[in-house]
């Protein structure tokens, strides 16, 4: 059985060039790790119970989405100090002011997870949908 957590802050860390990343305590990346690998079980119906170790994409994967949990954190919390938008050199960026649902896409998890995806309605049972005539 593959035990949570799949991956260590110190391993997001490692990846990680992203400097908020970098500089994040243990114990929120531990939650931002966790906030990532629920994630992955709900996307793919799977709770990697069957492997003795978790596969490299899996991790991989837990490693992108936790990087962008925590990006998404540090940019609220900057959100919340009252900055809406901060430059450096000739880099700029301006936060959105809608509270949303962080964009994982563009990260591939698609094709990382796409092995482990349990389709279900391919679990033996039969469903029958009735609707009125």
């Known amino acids: 059985m593959a035990d949570r957590p799949w991956v260590t802050p110190e391993e997001v860390r490692q990846y990680s060039e992203i400097k908020e990343v970098q500089e994040r305590s243990d114990d929120r990346l531990k939650a931002d790790i966790a906030r990532a690998e629920r994630r992955i079980i709900k996307y793919t ?48 960026y301006t936060l959105n002011n809608s509270e949303s649902e962080i964009d994982i896409s563009g990260l591939g998890l ?24």
Do not use: C, M, Q, W
Not at 63 to 72: A, C, G, M, N, V
Not at 75 to 89: M, N, P, T, V, Y
Not at 115 to 130: H, Q, S
């Open 110 to 133: 698609e094709d990382l997870l796409e092995d482990f995806i349990i389709d279900e309605t391919k679990n033996g049972k039969v469903t029958f949908r009735l609707r009125r005539l």
């Open 45 to 92: 119906h799977n709770d990697f119970s069957s492997y003795d170790e978790a596969p490299y994409d899996l991790k991989l994967a837990v490693i992108l989405l936790t990087e962008r949990i925590s990006r998404s954190a540090s940019a609220a919390s900057i959100k919340k100090r009252g900055l809406a938008s901060e430059s450096f050199d000739d880099y700029s």
